[in-house]
Every structure is written in structure tokens, then in C-alpha cells.
């Protein structure tokens, strides 16, 4: 574009206009304007890849405007600190379970979201539909989660032959949904915890929710890419690190 644009004022400065001249001229016109149009087409495209990586939560984009979203629902944030654009979310004390959940419900056939923790009570990753948990993620038919304690849980209930590791201060826990299988599957550190809970509804949409219970709690969350091709192996995932972590 540099180039384009010293041809372009050299020729206008030429002292001679002739007919050959003015052919140079429209041709440089039209070079500059494809130029232009070229760069206005490349922002759009970055303003729409970073609408894509942001849609999950409402990341942060910078510029302003429409971009710039929620992560987690506005009444789900109370007595949480969020820092670094909402990715990290701390409770320093409460008086029983709060409850995030994500503003964005959880698109495409598979999602991944990994969960750093950085300081635990008791702890609860999981995934809500519909509504937004009443208590806790877990706490009801259409909720199921991941406690720090080791339980699986949903509608409230510990189900038998899903216990799973405890997790801790510096672990990382996974959540998996694939809507074509119907299934939700948890993860630490990379390797599978428990059972799948399967025969998942698909008919409303899915949120990410997760719970502190007296606090402290902190955690980072990270959306991760899976690309489009069908999951083939779910008892390993890898630990996805990105920017929110």
C-alpha cells in the first residue's frame, strides 16, 4: 500500500498531463481504493473472529460498542471479584453456596471449558440448563456437576458409582459436552473423572455454572477450540491453557 501510495502522488506531481498520464492516474485510483477496501475487509474479519472467540462468556473486546459484553450473568456476579476480563473470578467468604453462571449459553456441538483452581472450600463445575440453579449447579434434574469432594451430582443427589478423585488448590477441571452423543463428561488434570452422565435433553440450551460454598474460592476459566471434527476418545483431554488462565 506504502508503494502504491508514492506512485500515486509522484504522478500527480508530474509537471506533463497527458492522455497516458490520466490512464496512470485512474489505475493508481483504483489500486488505492482496492487497498483501502482490502484493510476495511482484513478489520471486519479480526472483528469478526474475535466476536466468534469471545461469544462463549462476552471476553472483553476492545473498541467498545456491542462487543463488549457480560461474561456472567449480572445476578450471579454478587460477591464475586472478577479480574482479567472476567476469566478469574474470587470469593473471599460467604454464607453458603454462590453461584456464576455464564451470560453466553455454551454453543456448538462439543464444547470443552476448563476450570484452573486456585483456592478452594468446596467447590462445584458443572453445567446448568434452562434456568439458572436455584442454590447450587447440580441442585437440580437439569444441572449436573463436579464437586471438589469427588461426588457427581445432579437433582441434588450424590448418584451411585460416580465418585471421582477430589480435586484441589492447583488441579484443573474439564467439562465436556457433546450434544450429538447427549453426554456430560468431567475431567482433572486432563484425565476422565467418574462416569459420563448420559442421556442428556438437548432441547434448551446450555450454561456454565459453577459454585463456591463459604469461600475461599478462585478460579480461571478457558474456553477451548475442539475444531469440527466428532470427538473420538473422551477418556483423555488435553488441559487447554489460554488467556483465561
Known amino acids: 500500500k506504502a508503494t502504491v501510495s508514492v506512485l ?20 493508481l485510483d483504483v489500486l488505492v481504493k482496492n487497498a483501502s477496501a482490502s484493510k476495511a475487509e482484513e478489520e471486519a474479519n479480526k472483528k469478526l473472529l474475535l466476536k466468534e472467540f469471545a461469544s462463549y462468556f462476552g471476553v472483553e473486546v476492545a473498541g ?12 450471579s456476579k454478587v460477591g464475586w471479584v472478577l479480574t482479567n476480563l472476567e476469566h478469574t473470578a474470587t470469593m473471599s467468604a460467604c454464607g453458603g453456596w454462590r453461584t456464576l453462571v455464564s451470560e453466553q449459553n455454551l454453543e456448538g456441538d462439543e464444547v470443552f471449558v476448563t476450570v484452573k483452581v486456585h483456592a478452594l472450600r468446596t467447590l462445584a463445575v ?24 469427588g461426588h457427581m451430582i445432579t437433582n ?5 458409582g460416580r465418585k471421582a478423585p477430589e480435586y484441589h488448590q ?7 459436552l457433546d450434544k450429538r452423543q447427549q453426554y456430560i463428561a468431567f475431567y482433572k488434570n486432563g484425565q476422565m ?10 432441547d434448551k440450551p446450555f450454561k456454565l455454572a459453577i459454585s463456591c460454598y463459604t469461600g475461599p474460592c478462585s478460579v480461571s476459566v478457558n ?16 488441559i487447554c491453557i489460554g488467556d483465561g488462565h
Open 8 to 27: 500515486y502522488w509522484v504522478a500527480r506531481m508530474s509537471i506533463v498531463v497527458g492522455d497516458s498520464m490520466r490512464e496512470i492516474f485512474q489505475q
Open 64 to 75: 467498545g460498542g456491542e462487543e463488549n459484553g457480560p461474561r456472567w450473568t449480572q445476578a
Open 126 to 149: 458443572g453445567i446448568s440448563q434452562g434456568e439458572e440453579p436455584a442454590i447450587f449447579v447440580g441442585d437440580s434434574p437439569t444441572s449436573w456437576a463436579y464437586q471438589s469432594t
Open 156 to 160: 441434588g443427589s450424590v448418584l451411585d
Open 170 to 176: 492447583g488441579d484443573t477441571v474439564g467439562v465436556l
Open 193 to 202: 473423572a467418574g462416569v459420563p452422565f448420559t442421556d442428556i435433553s438437548v
Open 223 to 238: 474456553m477451548c477450540p475442539l475444531g469440527s471434527k466428532p470427538i473420538e476418545n473422551i477418556k483423555t483431554f488435553p
